[in-house]
């Protein structure tokens, strides 16, 4: 014992003679020798006037450093990204700048909102990137910052994909970041109106829906059972296409793995296309059968008693709310887009839809499925055509607008 305590004693005799001696500050990196200029007269930290970066993103971390980071910064993430931009913020003067190229998520996703609110006041410009290396799939944006005072606007540009010039767009109010949720960028003028005017006389899907994801029973899923399963590959426009394997019923234990009365089914990740035009295609399908078993891939919509699936299936697959969706909700991003409650909590219904209209969509759509359902390679373009245009009319929108969104498409 006494020799293991004399081995404890000359290691801590070490530690501290090396504290002493200075040893532990040979690399270490002293602000009032490299930059005395952020310094004032009595040795206080003052700032700098510009702070410009690329931090590092997504980095894995211990526990220990998560620990750690999560005690000294006030958003509880680990996100290193959101974590630099505040660590930028602190280093300014109180007159400084602050420019970074992050991930394009700063503008939209749920996981940066505590940082787009903590910004947002003081951001003056926001530039759309999208994919500005050719090695690397992440789009970015760059923000700039002033600690001078808070604005009221901010200017908004895009990178163009021929050349990389950035091209001034508009200023746009602040207020619409409180409308949309979202940092709005790389979008016309034109185009936020028709946004606007959409959102204006809308509740959400969730208001008249329950979102609901299938079952995770993946592994359970083998070629016997009693019950057919189906994922997000099975369903489609219009219908269920074939199974993903079967299952035993007395192996399924979740109430989420059914499929409820007055519901549509969705495939969970949302497909985006770029050829002509980048633009996304929401796909879901109305169940024939109600004794299918969901696998987590699909996300169930169990409306309320004052819609019907079929309605829900014409507005899902219209132009319009594809367009509104991709520009307001995922902020043109090509990255993997999900339709969970994030996503249906932000999508508009009409809360006034008339009783006529609602029964000509529904008789519209059965038309379509029928069709389908006997021929699968009939064209039903021109009754798709006459949903877009009644879809058009459930949100008000005059023939200008429908341009605008049908040339994008």
């Known amino acids: 014992k006494i020799a293991k305590l004399n081995n404890e ?13 200075g040893r532990i500050y040979e690399n270490a990196f002293e602000w009032r020798f490299e930059f005395p200029e952020v310094l004032n007269d009595d040795g206080v930290f ?25 005690q000294i910064y006030e958003f509880n993430t680990t996100e290193t990204a959101i974590l630099f931009i505040k660590k930028g913020w602190d280093l300014l003067h109180q007159h400084g700048y602050q420019s970074y190229i992050i991930p394009k998520s700063y503008t939209f996703a749920a996981n940066y909102e505590k940082i787009r609110q903590f910004t947002v006041n003081n951001l003056i410009s926001l530039t759309n990137g999208g994919k500005v290396w050719p ?11 002033t600690k001078i005072s808070e604005t009221l606007t901010y200017s908004s540009y895009q990178v163009t994909a021929a050349n ?28 936020i109106n028709i946004g606007l005017k959409i959102l204006a006389t809308c509740q959400t899907l969730n208001d008249i829906s329950i979102n609901q994801r299938g079952a995770m029973i993946q592994n359970l899923i083998s070629d016997q059972g009693d019950r057919d399963v189906i994922g997000g590959a099975e369903v489609q426009k219009y219908g269920i296409k074939g199974i993903k394997g079967n299952i035993y019923l007395e192996n399924v234990n979740e109430n989420k793995a059914f499929i409820h009365q007055n519901s549509l089914l969705v495939q969970n990740i949302i497909a985006h296309i770029e050829n002509p035009n980048d633009h996304i295609k929401i796909t879901a399908a109305i169940p024939d059968r109600n004794d299918y078993i969901l696998a987590d891939t699909i996300n169930q919509i169990q409306l309320n008693g004052n819609f019907n699936p079929e309605l829900v299936w ?34 508009p219904i009409p809360k006034v839809i008339d009783v006529d209209i609602q029964e000509i969509l529904s008789g519209l759509v059965n038309n379509i499925l029928a069709v389908k359902k006997s021929d699968p390679n009939a064209d ?30």
């Open 9 to 21: 004693i000359d290691k801590l005799r070490v530690e501290i003679e090396g504290i002493e001696g």
């Open 46 to 70: 003052v700032g700098f006037d510009v702070v410009i970066g690329n931090p590092p993103y997504g980095v894995q971390l211990n526990k220990i450093e998560k620990a750690i980071l999560n």
């Open 135 to 145: 090695d690397v799939n992440l789009e970015v944006c760059i923000f700039i910052l």
């Open 164 to 191: 990389c010039e950035i091209i001034f767009q508009c200023y746009l109010d602040k207020d619409l970041v409180k409308r949309f949720n979202f940092l709005p960028n790389g979008l016309s003028i034109e185009e």
């Open 314 to 347: 014409s507005i899902l697959h219209s132009n319009c709310i594809n367009w509104y969706i991709y520009r307001f909700i995922f902020a043109k991003a090509i990255r993997t887009m999900h339709f969970d409650n994030t996503t249906t909590s932000r999508i």
């Open 380 to 409: 039903t373009t021109a009754l798709e055509t006459k949903i877009d245009q009644m879809v058009y009319q459930l949100y008000n929108l005059t023939a200008e607008e429908i341009e605008i969104i049908e040339i994008s498409q």
